[in-house]
Nanobody, 119 residues
Framework: QLQLVESGRDLVQPGESLRLSCAAS????????IGWFRQAPGKEREGVSC???????NYADAVKGRFAISRDNANNTVYLQMDSLEPDDTGIYYC?????????????WGQGTQVTVSS
C-alpha cells in the first residue's frame, strides 16, 4: 500500500513558476506509475501528466511545453514543475499511483493541494 501527500505553494501570479511535490510512503514506490491530476472549480478532474516506472512521461496538451514531471525514487517523490502558469491552471492538484500511465484505475490518491494562479 502507498500513501501520497502533495505539497506546494498556493497563490502564484501568472507567468510565475511553481514546483509541486508528491511524497510517497510505503513499499515498491519505484514500480508505480505516478500521475498528476487537477480539478478546476466546477469542472471534472482531468489528467495533467504522468510518469511510468521506466521514466517515460506524457502530458496533457494544455500543459505540454510548460510543465515537466520527474521522479526521485531514492526519496520516494514525484515532482511537477510548472512554468509560465496561467489562470486556467488554477485548481486542486492531486497525485495518484497506479500500474501504468495508461491504466484506467488509479489505486492510491493524495488529498490534493490547491494552486491558485491570479494577479
Amino acid at each position: 500500500q502507498l500513501q501520497l501527500v502533495e505539497s506546494g505553494r498556493d497563490l502564484v501570479q501568472p507567468g510565475e513558476s511553481l514546483r509541486l511535490s508528491c511524497a510517497a510512503s510505503g513499499s515498491a514506490f519505484a514500480y508505480y506509475a505516478i500521475g498528476w491530476f487537477r480539478q478546476a472549480p466546477g469542472k471534472e478532474r482531468e489528467g495533467v501528466s504522468c510518469i511510468n516506472s521506466d521514466g517515460s512521461t506524457n502530458y496533457a496538451d494544455a500543459v505540454k511545453g510548460r510543465f515537466a514531471i520527474s521522479r526521485d525514487n531514492a526519496n520516494n517523490t514525484v515532482y511537477l514543475q510548472m512554468d509560465s502558469l496561467e489562470p486556467d491552471d488554477t485548481g486542486i492538484y492531486y497525485c495518484a499511483a497506479g500500474w501504468s500511465c495508461i491504466a484506467t484505475i488509479w489505486d492510491y490518491w493524495g488529498q490534493g493541494t490547491q494552486v491558485t494562479v491570479s494577479s
